[in-house]
């Protein structure tokens, strides 16, 4: 594809529910990062894969939160018991490397998630 | 830790002012600064990337300053359009891979 892509665009679940959110990065990309944007809010970083592995983890707010990306393309976010707290918009990026400083990362569209 | 503050939070100018965007940053040990647009329902799209070494870039109608000693950037826009309305970004790449951001500038255009 084109650009990252995200999946779905708009999840709506009740509290205490498991919910996956998908990201395609743009092919050929080693790196890939979630963020998380709430209302009126930048981006907060939650988590960095290099390849299949999570190089950086350091953002995930607590153990409710799982990412994979076991074949070092898609990736997978996964939240457990979700909270009302939790509502907001989840930004998938890629970049070539991810090593280099001069790497553009790449955004999707993101997955709105609505905890009701 | 980082901490980036743009001013102002939101921005309405008439068509075809030029117009600057403010960014702030804590920390002056970056590897990069970044500006974003976003529009509503969209992702992010990369204006402008500058690398710690460097003080401007440019892009069109777009030029980015970085002064990493007195931990600010500044986005330039010429000529500005309505179709420049939306949410612009700094983001800081320090020690890491991750992208530490500020919480955006909306810019409405007025035709």
């Known amino acids: 594809g084109a650009g990252v892509s995200q999946t779905p665009s708009n999840k709506v679940t009740e509290k205490g529910k498991y919910v996956e959110l998908r990201c395609d990065p743009i092919?050929?990309?080693?790196?890939l990062y979630w963020y998380r944007q709430s209302l009126g809010q930048g981006p907060e970083f939650l988590i960095y894969f290099q390849g299949t592995g999570a190089a950086d983890d350091s953002g995930l707010p607590n153990d409710r939160f799982f990412a994979v990306r076991p074949e070092g393309s898609v990736s997978t976010l996964k939240i457990q018991r979700t909270e009302r707290g939790d509502s907001a918009v989840y930004l998938c990026?890629?970049?070539?490397?991810?090593?280099?400083?001069?790497?553009?990362?790449?955004f999707g569209p993101g997955t709105r998630l609505t905890v009701l | 830790k980082q901490e980036v503050t743009q001013i102002p939070a939101a921005l309405s100018v008439p068509e075809g002012e030029n117009l600057v965007l403010n960014c702030s940053f804590t920390d002056s040990a970056i590897y990069n600064l970044q500006w974003f647009r976003q529009d509503p329902g969209k992702g992010l799209t990369s204006l402008l990337l500058?690398?710690?070494?460097?003080r401007e870039q440019t892009s069109g109608r777009l030029n980015a300053s970085l002064d990493k000693s007195s931990g600010r950037s500044t986005l330039y826009i010429a000529a500005s359009q309505p179709g420049d309305s939306a949410t612009y970004l700094c983001a800081i790449q320090g020690g890491s891979e991750k992208l530490v951001f500020g919480k955006g500038t909306k810019l409405t255009v007025n035709p």
């Open positions: 990026a890629s970049s070539l490397t991810g090593g280099a400083r001069t790497d553009t990362q790449y």
């Open positions: 092919s050929g990309h080693t790196a």
């Open positions: 500058i690398q710690s070494s460097q």
